[in-house]
Nanobody, 118 residues
Framework: VQLQASGGGLVQAGGSLRLSCAAS????????MGWYRQAPGKQREPVAE??????ETYADSVKGRFTVSRDKDKMVYLQMNSLKPEDTAVYYC??????????????WGQGTLVTVSS
C-alpha cells in the first residue's frame, strides 16, 4: 500500500485546513485509515482514524475541531477547523490492518507539514 498525503501549509490560528491522502496498491483488506502527527521534539501521536465500517475515533485534543472521512478505500481526509498553534506538526497518513493472529501492520505516507501561527 502506498499513501500520498497533501494539503498541509501555513494558516493563522482559528483557520482551517483540509488534508487529503490517496491510497494505492493493495488496499483491499485495509481495516482503518487515519492520521497521526509529530510535533518537533515529540513522539508521533494518533489524531483521528476511521474504520472500514465508518467508526471514527479522535484524540481528545482535536475532538470537536477535526473531522476524519474516507472515500471507499482510496482516499482519507482530515478537515481541521479552529486550528491552534499547538496543532503545528508533521501530519502522517496511516493505513492499517490486523491479521487473524492479531498482528497489526501499518503503512505510512510521507508526511505533510501543518504550521499554525498565533
Amino acid at each position: 500500500v502506498q499513501l500520498q498525503a497533501s494539503g498541509g501549509g501555513l494558516v493563522q490560528a482559528g483557520g482551517s485546513l483540509r488534508l487529503s491522502c490517496a491510497a494505492s496498491g493493495g488496499v483491499f483488506g485495509i481495516d482503518a485509515m487515519g492520521w497521526y502527527r509529530q510535533a518537533p521534539g515529540k513522539q508521533r501521536e494518533p489524531v483521528a482514524e476511521i474504520t472500514i465500517d465508518g467508526t471514527e475515533t479522535y484524540a481528545d485534543s482535536v475532538k470537536g475541531r477535526f473531522t476524519v472521512s474516507r472515500d471507499k478505500d482510496k482516499m482519507v481526509y482530515l478537515q481541521m477547523n479552529s486550528l491552534k498553534p499547538e496543532d503545528t506538526a508533521v501530519y502522517y497518513c496511516n493505513a492499517n490492518w490486523y491479521a487473524d493472529t492479531g498482528r497489526r501492520t501499518d503503512y505510512w505516507g510521507q508526511g505533510t507539514l501543518v504550521t499554525v501561527s498565533s
